[in-house]
């Protein structure tokens, strides 16, 4: 069922296969064999999904998190302008720039995770 609820959330999404596994550093196979329940993820992939906005509560128990319900939360108007800017981008654009927002994203944590220790 793993594979199925992750197959889900990435249509969720509206991310392909090759978009979703860039975007979290894994190969296309590797996400493919996860949707077909061949292997599963590790922690730290699962981490990295969540970053993407995948419902990893979702993933493992099949029940939605109270933070990411079916419905569009309210967005600012900054973010509602940067999700239409997205959509209307073109697949490999959209993937480069979830990398690149990845990216940052991560440099920003370790970051953190630098100045509390």
Do not use: C
């Not at 967005?75 to 239409?84: C, G, K, M, N, V």
């Not at 981008?89 to 370790?110: H, I, N, P, S, Y």
């Amino acid at each position: 069922m793993i594979g199925l609820r992750i197959k889900e959330e990435r249509e969720r999404l509206s991310l392909t296969q090759q978009g979703m596994a860039e975007a979290i550093g894994v190969a296309k196979r590797t996400f493919i064999d996860w949707e077909k329940e061949r292997t599963s993820p590790t922690a730290v992939q699962l981490s990295a999904l969540s970053l993407m906005g995948m419902d990893v509560l979702y993933v493992l128990t099949g029940q939605r998190s109270s933070t990411t319900a079916r419905e569009k939360p309210s967005l600012t108007r900054r973010q509602s302008a940067l999700l239409d800017n997205y959509d209307h981008l073109g697949e490999a654009d959209k993937a480069a720039l979830e990398r690149t927002a990845f990216a940052l994203a991560e440099q920003e944590r370790v970051g953190k995770k630098g100045k509390t220790a």
